[in-house]
Nanobody, 117 residues
Framework: QVQLVESGGGLVQPGGSLRLSCAASRSIFRIYDMGWYRQVPGNERELVAT???????NYADSVKGRITITRDHAKNTVYLQMNSLQPEDTAVYYC???????????WGQGTQVTVSS
């Protein structure tokens, strides 16, 4: 059962932009935090950005100034606007939702972002 549905990934040239979307199922109630991880084969999954229920945000140092996370509470959807993309941003991006303070409880299926000329 897929409860977070991601979209927006694809191939983009260096310096380009993409916007990822992640829509939470109605079966997920009372989401506190939402956010995005990314993972490259052979590497640990890396936290990219988080956004709280009060729309406070945090970013990995590597993406600050280039990536913006936003949240539409009415649509139960989180977005990741990525600008000035670089090859090192290439990864599978996974969105998550947290309904407990212990960390992510629900995950998206992953969407591939490839930055290449």
């Amino acid at each position: 059962q897929v409860q977070l549905v991601e979209s927006g990934g694809g191939l983009v040239q260096p310096g380009g932009s993409l916007r990822l979307s992640c829509a939470a199922s109605r079966s997920i109630f009372r989401i506190y935090d939402m956010g995005w991880y990314r993972q490259v084969p052979g590497n640990e999954r890396e936290l990219v950005a988080t956004i709280t229920n009060g729309d406070w945000t945090n970013y990995a140092d590597s993406v600050k100034g280039r990536i913006t996370i936003t949240r539409d509470h009415a649509k139960n959807t989180v977005y990741l606007q990525m600008n000035s993309l670089q090859p090192e941003d290439t990864a599978v991006y996974y969105c998550y939702a947290a309904i407990r303070v212990t960390g992510p409880t629900h995950w998206g299926q992953g969407t591939q972002v490839t930055v290449s000329s």
